[in-house]
């Protein structure tokens, strides 16, 4: 498996909540209708929370300033990610996803990258 690793800031004027509504409740049902057209097969939203608890472990690290979330992507192989990229159709998935991403994630300080996932518990 592959999986592209998202960690989402939102925009400036955007609370978390709000920021949170709309990825949950107006860009995943995007995602999930573009899912096929671009090779993923399991996708996950994992939304900050506990912010007390999450400040007060942030501080005693002195880390920097927490995501207001992160979204998993996965695909079944490089191979299968290689082969989606060549699916009619796939560049104007991507495209409308990310139009839909300059709505409410700051992009410029969102980092993502691929990864390959080695499970140790669990």
Partial sequence: MIKLTFCLRRLPHLSREEFQRYWREQHAPLVAARAK??????????????????????ASRNAPEPYDGIAEIWFESEEAMQAAGRNPGVSEAARELLEDERKFIDLENSPLWYNCVHTIVG
């Fill in 37 to 58: 057209t671009l090779g993923i097969v399991r996708y996950e939203q994992v939304h900050a929370g506990f912010d007390a608890m999450s400040e007060a472990i942030r």
